[in-house]
């Protein structure tokens, strides 16, 4: 009597006796009859790729020489604008030369007048000059330099690296409490209604631009600026942003240190007087009754 095999047992047979399936059997039996077919299947898919690719390479090339490629609009307008604003910068700095010229006529003429009437009031107006920034200022002080750290060799300035509006406040701040008479950035005048703001990563004073190095004269005592400002919250800020990299310097100066006027300078309330309108004011007034008027009689009940 032939024993039946154990039903169960068929997993672990199988497992045991053919660990490989029937299909890679098959499959490895097809490559043993022909032997150069897995070969060209190989070569045939390594070309297939290879052709893909280049295909791919070939339409991101021509994209990329495309997007590159001026064109003959685009670099007109460019063209046009460069042009205009070439022009623009011209006729700018003309009529700041023809302010300076008419600024330097007006003031000797009022120094002429002046000095010939009222020694006083001729100081005065130059105190007062000073102050509101419409004159230039002459004389010894403090040339402070601010300057963005050094970028690497092929890397971007860090902003922690950079000088920024506020840092230039506190230092100007300082300087101002050090007993500065006039103070200049970069040749731009501060007077008080002067701002020295952000715009991005420009630097703006008065709505003009500024970049590093910037190049703070201040005009007043050499020896009492220097003094008070080291004693001043400016000079320790100026050891804090060295720990940045950030590079500075200050350099007291007997004489020769020159802060300009502003030329965006208004007088908002200053008008001169028209003497014939107050004549004729004061005779309207001396002509007008201020007696009550009379009552008629007989309107009177």
């Known amino acids: 009597m032939t024993r039946r095999p154990d039903e169960s047992m068929t997993l672990l047979r199988e497992v045991m006796e053919r660990p490989l399936d029937p299909g890679y059997a098959a499959a490895a039996e097809r ?24 295909a791919i390479g070939l339409v991101v090339t021509v994209a990329a020489v495309t997007l590159r490629a001026p064109q003959p609009a685009a670099a007109e307008a460019r063209t046009l604008l460069e042009t205009e604003l ?17 600024s330097d006529e007006v003031e000797a003429l009022r ?31 403090l040339l402070l ?16 690296s950079r000088v920024h509006d506020d840092d230039l406040q506190r230092v100007v701040n300082s300087l101002w409490y050090a007993g500065a008479e006039a103070i200049s950035i970069n040749g731009r005048r501060l007077t008080p209604l002067s701002a020295i ?40 800020f100026i050891l804090t942003l060295s720990s940045f990299g950030i590079q500075s310097s200050t350099t007291p100066q007997s ?22 309108q107050d004549d004729a004011d004061d005779t309207d007034a001396d002509s007008t009754s201020t007696e009550p008027p009379t009552s008629d009689p007989e309107s009177t009940p």
């Open 255 to 276: 004489s020769g240190l020159s802060v300009p006027a502003d030329p965006s300078i208004q007088t908002f309330y200053a008008q001169p007087l028209d003497s014939n």
């Open 31 to 54: 490559r043993a009859q022909s032997p150069d077919g897995g070969t060209r299947r190989a070569a045939w898919v390594t070309v297939t790729v290879f052709l893909v690719a280049a």
């Open 197 to 236: 703001r952000s715009a991005g990563q420009a630097i703006l004073v008065d709505l003009q631009p500024v970049s590093s190095p910037y190049r703070i004269t201040a005009v007043g005592d050499p020896t009492t600026m220097q003094t008070e400002f080291a004693k001043s919250p400016g000079a320790s």
């Open 111 to 141: 120094s002429q007048t002046f000095d010939d009437q009222d020694p006083d009031v001729q100081a005065a107006l130059l105190r007062d000059g000073v102050v509101s920034g419409s004159v230039a200022v002459e004389g010894g002080g």
């Open 86 to 102: 070439a022009d623009r910068e011209r006729q700018a700095d003309a009529l700041g030369a023809e302010v300076d010229g008419l």
């Open 145 to 160: 330099t601010l300057a963005d750290a050094s970028a690497l060799a092929g890397a971007e300035i860090d902003t922690d």
